[in-house]
């Protein structure tokens, strides 16, 4: 019913920017929740910013004031802006969205984002 497509990560260095995609195929269902998640290597996946199809958005500390987050919900696509990187933001970032009046939480196959120093 859904499917998500990752798109934008690279290589990039310390301040330097990317913006990462997330292209849904949806069908018989609207997206409540958007969300982008990262994973560095040996550490847990986290909440990096989350948007609702009201609106509302919120970001983890981490990347507040550096990255923002944004959704054009006719297309089903969201966008992470990310500026101002650090080495520690490098993470392979997925993409994840839950369906409205539905438990299950769909995911993107990620994008490897790298931040040189």
């Known amino acids: 019913q859904v499917q998500l497509v990752e798109s934008g990560g690279g290589l990039v260095q310390a301040g330097g920017s990317l913006r990462l995609s997330c292209a849904a195929e949806?069908?018989?269902?609207?997206?409540?929740?958007m969300a982008w998640y990262r994973q560095a290597p040996g550490k847990k996946r986290e909440l990096v910013a989350i948007?609702?199809?009201?609106?509302?958005?919120d970001y983890a500390d981490s990347v507040k004031g550096r990255f923002t987050i944004s959704r054009d919900n006719d297309k089903n696509t969201m966008y992470l802006q990310m500026s101002s990187l650090k080495p520690e933001d490098t993470a392979v970032y997925y993409c994840?969205?839950?369906?409205?009046?539905?438990?299950?939480?769909?995911w993107g196959q990620g994008t490897q984002v790298t931040v040189s120093s």
């Open positions: 994840h969205a839950r369906p409205k009046y539905s438990p299950i939480n769909y």
């Open positions: 949806v069908s018989g269902a609207v997206l409540d929740i």
């Open positions: 948007a609702t199809i009201g609106g509302s958005t």
